[in-house]
């Protein structure tokens, strides 16, 4: 059974930076395109980042990019996401997920996920 566990959320202040980790386990990594979502209170989720287990390409939604990397370890079954010049409208719970489709085939919008953790609060204070 795959399972994903987020780690490295917490608070920080606006223009600060955070890193997130989400471990897989039950399958190796290297198989999956992977990514990150977020929900904030009262809203939709927001797709924000995929990262292709074929070439290593890196995806963004406009809100994150040039802010946020993905990156990922097979090594160590690890996904991580480095959050850069935080802003409170970032504030949200963070989710590593599997797409049910490869990154390059949906734009953000139309996202669907087959596995996701139990996410990672990350709240930006301004």
């Known amino acids: 059974q795959l399972q994903l566990v987020e780690s490295g959320g917490g608070l920080v202040q606006s223009g600060g930076s955070l890193r997130l980790s989400c471990k897989m386990s039950g399958s190796p990594l290297n198989l999956y395109d992977i990514g990150w979502f977020r929900q904030a209170p009262g809203k939709e989720r927001e797709a924000i980042s995929c990262?292709?287990?074929?070439?290593?390409?890196?995806y963004y939604a406009d809100s994150v990019k040039d802010r946020f990397a993905i990156s990922r370890d097979n090594a160590e079954n690890t996904l991580y996401l480095q959050m850069n010049s935080l802003k409170p409208g970032d504030t949200a719970v963070y989710y590593c997920a599997v797409p049910s489709h490869w990154c390059s085939d949906r734009k953000f919008e139309q996202y669907d996920y087959d596995y996701w953790g139990q996410g990672a609060q990350v709240t930006v204070s301004s």
């Open positions: 990262i292709s287990h074929r070439d290593g390409s890196t």
